[in-house]
């Protein structure tokens, strides 16, 4: 049973930093593209970051030049250091993990971000 597992969530100031992780169960290589979404309270959940297996990355108008999406095959892990904090992004974050298979899409049980003003 395929299992998304993330970390790194908290409370932080505005201007500073978080990095995100989040574990799978199997190998990285069984999903070809690995990413991260985001929903905040009232809102719609939406794409935030995500890189395929050729580590081709997307990134959310947001959160462009401030968001670093990465991932390490080897140990089926995708990393998001979050530099530049706003208020507005705190959200609960998602990884999310599409398989190569069969297109399915796995979640993680989010992990909250919190950046006070």
């Known amino acids: 049973q395929v299992q998304l597992v993330e970390s790194g969530g908290g409370l932080v100031q505005a201007g500073g930093s978080l990095r995100l992780s989040c574990a799978a169960s199997?190998?990285?290589?069984?999903?070809?593209?690995m990413a991260w979404y985001r929903q905040a309270a009232g809102k719609q959940r939406e794409l935030v970051a995500s890189?395929?297996?050729?580590?081709?990355?997307e990134y959310g108008d947001s959160v462009k030049g401030r968001f670093t999406i990465s991932r390490d095959n080897a140990k089926n892990m995708v990393a998001l250091q979050m530099n530049s904090l706003k208020p507005e992004d705190t959200a609960v974050y998602y990884c999310?993990?599409?398989?190569?298979?069969?297109?399915?899409?796995?979640w993680g049980q989010g992990t909250q971000v919190t950046v006070s003003s």
């Open positions: 890189i395929t297996t050729g580590a081709i990355t």
């Open positions: 199997v190998s990285a290589y069984t999903f070809n593209v």
């Open positions: 999310n993990a599409v398989s190569s298979w069969d297109y399915r899409a796995y």
